[in-house]
């Protein structure tokens, strides 16, 4: 049977209504799946108390009656939210609780509103780019909408927990289109609507003002096919000038004497707060700013999500100006990481200038001749091609949904699962403590405050290994002082403890007698499934096993190791297990003696159960593009005193490296781009200078590495050594490095042991086995800039003998650096 093909009539309806198909498909499946992903996020316990639960309990308390307006709970007492931010929107959308008494409701009208703001785009780019084609012309206004939609900046704010400032990108783009249609009416119902969002937004409205009394000027002259006219008339340059005369009176009297007043009343500054703790140095702070690579990478960035074009049409930028200028000029890192909510509004000025942008190009490239329509259509669609490529790179990199590398996978925890269990058994009118990611789960209530405060708490409920701001052991140590005083422990699952104050005591039994917890609160320790980086590591006699380990990596937040460890019998009582992650010149970049594993400080490894499976991880920590993984165990003093801990031993075959001090190096990691590279273990990956130069009769160097450019003086110069023994060394050598002037002059100097992340003494090393070695050295503010000559020694610290060198001088010259 041949194929009929449709009528010409029923092909012109198709190709005309498709793009506003795809369209709407594109608006639903934007708040579909970011509805699904943002409360995907906060059923796994990865919203959190600031700032989700710091905007949904004053909005709840709204919906409760005017006694309660905009009231919450901050710190230890109540106050309004009027005192941090004016956000008159949140009052209607505080109505959406009557829909659903549930924080997920404003996650969904969260991620609708700003797929809203497709439309507006979709509009304002097929009324601007006007050819003889209006398919062409939607398809290309398609091609806008879905680079608005893909916009990272614009999704980072969906999933940064929920905000006011991303509501203002749809009332603002309506207020535009309806300013180019000339209808005043609704772009004033727009306007306001925007200015309602957050005090400081009212200046985007009134750039909108500018702009327009900017189009007017420009209608006033000869048009061009760079400049085409906009047309706005003098209603526009009426309805500009009152605009900024609106949006400046908004924002002054809802900064200067509504938020301001009630600052100064309960944070004590003399500005906003956030004015106060994020705007400081003034004039004389700008350079330091200017010269900060990470401010300019975020501008590039928002440049490059849309091709660039926006460098066409630099006026319509003029509309994100005052967020713009802000978020450079923070102090915050937040406001210009581009991943959080502060670059949403940003998402207007960008687009808008996109659009007119591609206008301005392709009525620049055709021409008057006959055929300027096929030349313009031409450069159209090859200028959209371009955008998009942009885009969808950008956005693969940048972005939050599944065409990105930069998306996370949350997924359900045991403690998430049971989360909804024990919030169950708290009646509504308790006041709660809680910790940060399980306090928006609870907020629904007038007073709920953040674990450690409990002021007039009478429930606990606590994820103990999510307490952020509270060092492991202080939280152990106040937890289980409330439960052996006036806390009375109700259910304990999987890390979670639910206690109430004063309540009768529940019938839990401990696990055992030194497990004073129900065994099932164990069970966020221990696992049934092996890790992703499987190896198989003996420590000491063979109790202790690493059966492998697992990387979370965290652009936000950091990266986290995961350890899984088994035992065949009971472990000493003072067994501690040393994670140790170093940078490139061999510097720890946490001391675990400092910050332990949580699991351990609950669950210490004398109490595990042989055979069974246990699981620790470490606190995030962010760590530069290039780092190192080891992990040692021993006694409690073991961590600097290498000569305690238990020899690490290896099943043939694995890529592990062993190192003096008996600690294993698992693997060596370098970030490129939003990837983090899993690589086999190198002590170092700096390019190490080889050298074979013999000090005395059995050591010799045979590398070495320092940055041999440019120095400021009062730096601190990293020096890398290697060193190898040639046979066993009965003393303890110390290493020198001096820093000679030009005339001979010692201008400083740094003694100390070898030290590769703790110190290697000489007499612990094994013969033929490289030993790596850094030192650093401070240079002195004091010295003047030119070349300085480093050299390199050891001695014996009891006699001050220095070991000769086969020529007979004491020390090597190993180069010079410059200061300047």
């Known amino acids: 049977m041949m194929f009929t093909p449709p009528p010409p009539k029923l092909r012109a309806f198709g190709a005309s209504y498709l793009p506003h198909l795809l369209l709407t498909l594109f608006i639903l499946s934007y708040a579909l799946y970011f509805s699904w992903y943002t409360i995907n996020r906060h059923h796994t316990l990865n919203s959190y108390a600031a700032d989700l639960s710091l905007i949904d309990q004053p909005m709840w308390n709204t919906a409760r009656g005017p006694g309660y307006f905009m009231e919450l709970t901050w710190g230890d007492h109540q106050q309004p939210r009027l005192a941090e931010h004016f956000e008159p929107i949140l009052i209607p959308l505080s109505l959406l609780f009557f829909l659903w008494d549930n924080v997920r409701i404003l996650l969904i009208a969260q991620s609708l509103a700003l797929a809203l703001g497709a439309l507006p785009v979709f509009w304002i780019a097929q009324n601007q780019l006007k050819i003889n084609h209006p398919q062409i012309a939607a398809w290309a206004a398609l091609a806008f909408a879905i680079v608005y939609l893909l916009f990272p900046p614009l999704q980072a704010a969906n999933i940064a927990d929920f905000h006011a400032d991303p509501f203002v990108v749809t009332p603002l783009l309506f207020a535009f289109w309806y300013a180019l249609q000339k209808r005043w009416g609704w772009m004033w119902f727009w306007a306001v609507a925007a200015m309602a969002t957050k005090e400081t937004l009212p200046t985007l409205t009134a750039m909108l003002g500018v702009w327009l009394l900017g189009a007017f000027w420009q209608d006033r002259k000869t048009a061009n096919r760079w400049r085409p006219a906009t047309r706005i008339g003098p209603a526009g340059f009426r309805h500009g000038l009152l605009l900024i005369l609106a949006s400046t009176l908004w924002f002054g009297v809802a900064t200067y004497l509504i938020v301001t007043p009630l600052a100064r009343q309960y944070f004590g500054t003399d500005a906003p707060i956030y004015f106060a703790s994020r705007y400081r140095g003034g004039l004389a702070g700008l350079p330091s700013l200017l010269q900060d690579p990470t401010r300019w990478r975020y501008l590039v960035g928002l440049f490059a999500a849309v091709g660039f074009l926006p460098l066409l049409a630099p006026e319509l930028l003029i509309l994100g100006l005052p967020v713009l200028m802000a978020n450079l000029l923070s102090n915050f890192p937040g406001q210009y990481s581009g991943e959080q909510h502060y670059s949403a509004p940003l998402t207007v000025a960008f687009v808008l200038a996109a659009i007119y942008g591609v206008r301005r190009l392709v009525n620049s490239l055709s021409l008057r001749e006959k055929g300027s329509q096929a030349l313009k259509m031409t450069a ?376 590769w992340l703790t110190p290697q003494p000489t007499s612990q090393w094994l013969s033929g086995q490289p030993i790596l070695d850094q030192h650093l050295l401070t240079l002195p503010p004091e010295l003047s800039s030119g070349p300085y000559t480093l050299h390199v020694g050891l001695y014996n610290a009891h006699t001050m003998e220095r070991l000769l060198l086969p020529d007979g001088n004491s020390s090597l010259p190993l180069g010079q650096i410059q200061l300047k």
């Open 380 to 755: 159209l669609i090859a200028i959209l091609l371009w955008l998009l490529t942009w885009s969808l790179a950008y956005h693969a990199r940048h972005g939050w949904t599944p065409l990105s590398t930069r998306a996370e996978v949350y997924r359900t925890t045991p403690a998430a699962a049971q989360l909804s269990n024990l919030a169950n058994q708290i009646p509504p009118d308790a006041v709660v403590s809680a910790s940060a990611a399980v306090h928006p789960h609870l907020a629904h209530r007038r007073v709920i405050y953040v674990f450690p405060t409990l002021q007039e708490a009478d429930t606990l409920l606590v994820d103990v290994t999510d307490i952020p701001g509270v060092h492991p052991n202080d939280a152990h140590t106040q937890l289980m002082a409330m439960l052996t005083a006036d806390w009375h422990l109700l259910r304990a699952e999987h890390g979670l403890l639910l206690a109430q104050r004063d309540a009768a005591p529940a019938p839990l039994p401990p696990c055992s007698a030194v497990l004073p917890l129900p065994c099932t609160f164990y069970d966020f320790a221990r696992t049934t499934t092996l890790p992703p980086h499987p190896n198989s590591l003996i420590f000491g006699d063979g109790r202790l096993q690493l059966l492998g380990y697992d990387v979370h990596d965290d652009p936000d937040d950091g990266v986290t190791f995961r350890f899984y460890w088994r035992t065949t019998d009971k472990l000493p009582n003072d067994l501690r297990l040393w994670p140790l992650v170093y940078n490139d010149t061999g510097q720890l970049l946490a001391n675990p003696t400092q910050v332990p594993m949580i699991a351990t400080i609950w669950y210490p490894p004398s109490l595990w159960r042989p055979g069974e499976i246990v699981v620790t991880e470490t606190l995030p920590q962010l760590l530069p593009d290039t780092f190192h993984l080891g992990i040692a165990a021993g006694p409690s003093a073991s961590f600097s005193d290498t000569t305690q801990r238990y020899p690490v031993g290896q099943n043939p075959g694995q890529d592990i490296q062993l190192h003096p001090g008996h600690w294993a190096q698992l693997a060596t990691f370098r970030r490129q781009g939003p990837f983090l590279t899993h690589l086999p273990p190198a002590p170092t990956l700096a390019p190490l200078t080889p050298v074979n130069m013999q000090f005395g009769p059995a050591i010799q160097l045979t590398g070495y590495w320092f940055e041999a450019g440019k120095l400021r003086t009062g730096s601190t110069l990293p020096l890398l050594l290697q060193w190898t023994a040639l046979q066993p060394i009965p003393t303890d050598y110390t290493v020198f490095v001096h820093l000679l002037a030009p005339d001979g002059t010692l201008v400083a100097q740094h003694d100390a042991y070898p030290t």
